[in-house]
Nanobody
């Protein structure tokens, strides 16, 4: 019904920056919650940044001051700007949107995950 297509991952040197995008395939009528998570092999997926409704975003302590979550409503896209990257930021990054999407059958509440994008930070 709805796909979240992520892009922007890749290889970067420590200290560098990357900007991840998460574009919804359908118009987002209302975002209840948006978030970015990351996962490394054999570890649980961890929350990196999220925003509930129109409230100020919250960030994991490990990324506070370096990462910024944002949204472009007109483009139905959520972003994660990552600065001052460290090798320990290496992971697959996933976006998630909980909200109301405009589908052919009408407005529908869904909780949707992106497919993941790999970020590798070299030392």
């Amino acid at each position: 019904q709805v796909q979240l297509v992520e892009s922007g991952g890749g290889l970067v040197q420590a200290g560098g920056s990357l900007s991840l995008s998460c574009a919804a395939s359908r118009r987002i009528f209302r975002v209840n919650r948006m978030g970015w998570y990351r996962q490394i092999p054999e570890k649980e997926r961890e929350l990196v940044a999220h925003s509930v409704g129109g409230a100020a975003p919250n960030y994991a302590d490990s990324v506070k001051g370096r990462f910024t979550i944002s949204r472009d409503s007109a483009k139905n896209t959520v972003y994660l700007q990552m600065n001052s990257l460290k090798p320990e930021d290496t992971a697959v990054y996933y976006c998630k949107i909980d909200g109301v999407f405009s589908l052919p059958e009408g407005l529908t509440y869904l909780e949707v995950w992106g497919q993941g994008t790999l970020v590798t930070v070299s030392s």
